[in-house]
């Protein structure tokens, strides 16, 4: 038999290949602290005269005792004790170029408006970065440089806070490493430890990052717990509420603002047009600042990555 039509014969009238008429998106760690209560939000920076905020802290209600004093004796001043920790609110910034020919045949979904809308999960992704990188700068620290972390880990972050007088609840943010090997070492535990995952409608609340609980302390993971001693291991940490805080600037609408998608928050996002070249810019832009407000309410935890 002779001049059968296959596939493989059909040359220009068959693509090599065919796209698929749905976007997927590649793995990546999206689980995000972004208005997670245990952050404290110090408000909008827009008309504050100052990128600068000054959190004021003084020690009352019970910070100070009281103290015996004789009937006929006098009492002394005690010097207030007090704190003003700064958040300092800058810019953080993406920016994406398509062509026209690009952006015109597209048959997937991947457009400017498409890459617009991405920049909200870039902003929030890059928020939990920022608190991350705080995280790990308290004071206080357990663990064991190149050890796998441990219930014993655990447990000496959480008595360090109740030692310190740190009212709960309490979250641990943890590398996903280290949430492995935690959960690895409750399993060797006996009695009633039990470390409770999270379900589908804690999730729903708390966001994806939410893993569970174990001891009355909330879990979050995320990859973005940095690294410490020269990459070997994860500075993942435990805090309670007031240990960090951040603030955020809404973004002003001025002349020169051409074609924005969005600016009635911290996140705007703007077309910015290169007709000569056939091209757009997607730039986001996001104003925000996170430190921590008090080192004393929380602990870095330093564990094998």
């Given at each position: 038999?002779?001049?059968?039509?296959?596939?493989?014969?059909?040359?220009?009238?068959?693509?090599?290949?065919?796209?698929?008429?749905?976007?997927?998106?590649?793995?990546?760690?999206?689980?995000?602290?972004?208005?997670?209560?245990?952050?404290?939000?110090?408000?909008?920076?827009?008309?504050?005269?100052?990128?600068?905020?000054?959190?004021?802290?003084?020690?009352?209600?019970?910070?100070?005792?009281?103290?015996?004093?004789?009937?006929?004796?006098?009492?002394?001043?005690?010097?207030?004790?007090?704190?003003?920790?700064?958040?300092?609110?800058?810019?953080?910034?993406?920016?994406?170029?398509?062509?026209?020919?690009?952006?015109?045949?597209?048959?997937?979904?991947?457009?400017?408006?498409?890459?617009?809308?991405?920049?909200?999960?870039?902003?929030?992704?890059?928020?939990?970065?920022?608190?991350?990188?705080?995280?790990?700068?308290?004071?206080?620290?357990?663990?064991?440089?190149?050890?796998?972390?441990?219930?014993?880990?655990?447990?000496?972050?959480?008595?360090?806070?109740?030692?310190?007088?740190?009212p709960g609840p309490y979250l641990a943010m943890l590398y996903p490493v280290q949430l492995t090997d935690l959960q690895n070492s409750i399993r060797a535990e006996a009695g009633a430890l039990q470390f409770i995952p999270a379900t589908q409608d804690m999730m729903n609340i708390k966001g994806p990052g939410f893993s569970g609980t174990f001891n009355g302390v909330e879990i979050f993971a995320s990859s973005h717990v940095p690294t410490a001693n020269s990459g070997a291991d994860s500075a993942g940490g435990m805090f309670g509420r007031g240990a960090v805080g951040y603030r955020e600037m809404s973004v002003s609408v001025v002349p020169g603002h051409a074609g924005i998608i969005q600016a009635t928050g911290p996140i705007s996002v703007e077309f910015e047009r290169d007709a000569a070249g056939a091209l757009t810019k997607i730039v986001g832009n996001y104003f925000v600042g996170c430190a921590i407000i008090e080192d004393g309410r929380g602990v870095s935890i330093i564990t094998d990555r």
């Open positions: 038999m002779a001049n059968e039509i296959f596939y493989s014969g059909l040359g220009d009238l068959r693509y090599a290949t065919i796209l698929a008429g749905e976007l997927g998106l590649l793995l990546a760690d999206r689980a995000s602290l972004w208005r997670n209560p245990a952050i404290t939000f110090y408000g909008d920076a827009r008309g504050s005269g100052s990128t600068v905020f000054d959190v004021p802290l003084a020690g009352l209600d019970g910070y100070d005792l009281m103290a015996s004093v004789a009937e006929s004796g006098s009492t002394s001043n005690t010097a207030l004790t007090d704190a003003s920790p700064a958040i300092t609110v800058a810019r953080q910034a993406l920016q994406y170029q398509i062509s026209d020919l690009a952006n015109s045949t597209d048959s997937v979904g991947l457009t400017a408006e498409r890459l617009a809308q991405s920049m909200a999960g870039s902003a929030s992704m890059r928020f939990t970065e920022m608190v991350a990188n705080v995280v790990d700068d308290f004071t206080s620290t357990v663990g064991t440089s190149g050890a796998d972390m441990t219930v014993d880990d655990f447990f000496d972050a959480q008595f360090t806070l109740t030692q310190a007088s740190v």
